[in-house]
């Protein structure tokens, strides 16, 4: 399972970082990222980290304030947000895939064959 945590209310401008804890599974054999949606909003991919780490991806909205890290030996994936802006207002979701190409995270509907999914954690940036 994932489990995330981090988020809350931030003004805009701010920070916050994100932590996604995985057990049960080999998480280092999996490709684990950040989704996000908001209300009346279709839920959309935000960042990807490879398995390794070695490659990180992100959703263009977020690059250059958004970092993306993870760490195997503790089996923690972390995001980093920084400069944050009113409009990434919205529950923030870990998920985990083996099978998906990490480019495809961000195409819309994806989320549909996204294997495993933590549970969510609200984020709201005020202007």
């Known amino acids: 399972q994932l489990q995330a945590s981090g988020g809350g209310l931030v003004q805009a401008g701010g920070s916050l970082r994100l932590s996604c804890a995985a057990s049960g599974f080999r998480s280092d054999s999996y490709e684990i990222g950040w989704f996000r949606q908001a209300p009346g909003k279709e839920r959309e991919g935000v960042a990807c980290?490879?398995?390794?780490?070695?490659?990180?991806f992100y959703a263009e909205s977020v690059k250059g304030r958004f970092t993306i890290s993870r760490d195997n030996a503790k089996n923690t994936v972390y995001l980093q947000m920084n400069s944050l802006k009113p409009e990434d207002t919205a529950v923030y979701y870990c998920?985990?895939?083996?099978?998906?190409?990490?480019?495809?995270?961000?195409?819309?509907?994806?989320?549909?064959?996204?294997?495993?999914w933590g549970q969510g954690t609200q984020v709201t940036v005020s202007s």
């Open positions: 980290i490879s398995s390794s780490g070695g490659r990180t």
């Open positions: 998920a985990a895939d083996q099978s998906l190409h990490a480019t495809s995270w961000f195409s819309k509907g994806v989320h549909r064959y996204i294997e495993i």
